[in-house]
């Protein structure tokens, strides 16, 4: 089981910018596909992005261009900076780590608005 923590969310104009963090616990890190999952009231999740242990990306189209997924092995965490945000991108964001098994965050709150 890996413990996963996300923070740096919040309230920020459409058009401003966000850099969401998620700190991972246990040794598996390096080995795992992080990716980061949103989900909006009254919709399902979805993926926003991906990095796999070798740093391969993958990214949803709406997102594509405007938002960058990095991780850092050393510390044992992902980012997620998001640019040229927009009210759409308002969800709750969930960090997500795939190995053997499978482990979400607890979830941190994206809001774009004037």
């Known amino acids: 089981q890996v413990n996963l923590v996300e923070s740096g969310g919040g309230l920020v104009q459409p058009g401003g910018s966000l850099r969401l963090s998620c700190a991972a616990s246990g040794t598996i890190f390096r080995l795992a596909t992080m990716g980061w999952y949103r989900q909006a009231p009254g919709n399902q999740r979805e993926l926003v992005a991906t990095i796999t242990g070798f740093g391969r990306t993958n990214y949803a189209g709406s997102v594509q261009g405007r938002f960058a997924i990095s991780r850092d092995n050393a510390k044992n965490t992902v980012y997620l900076q998001m640019n040229s945000l927009k009210p759409e991108d308002t969800a709750v964001y969930y960090c997500?780590?795939?190995?053997?098994?499978?482990?979400w965050g607890q979830g941190t709150q994206v809001t774009v608005s004037s």
């Open positions: 997500n780590a795939k190995y053997n098994g499978e482990s």
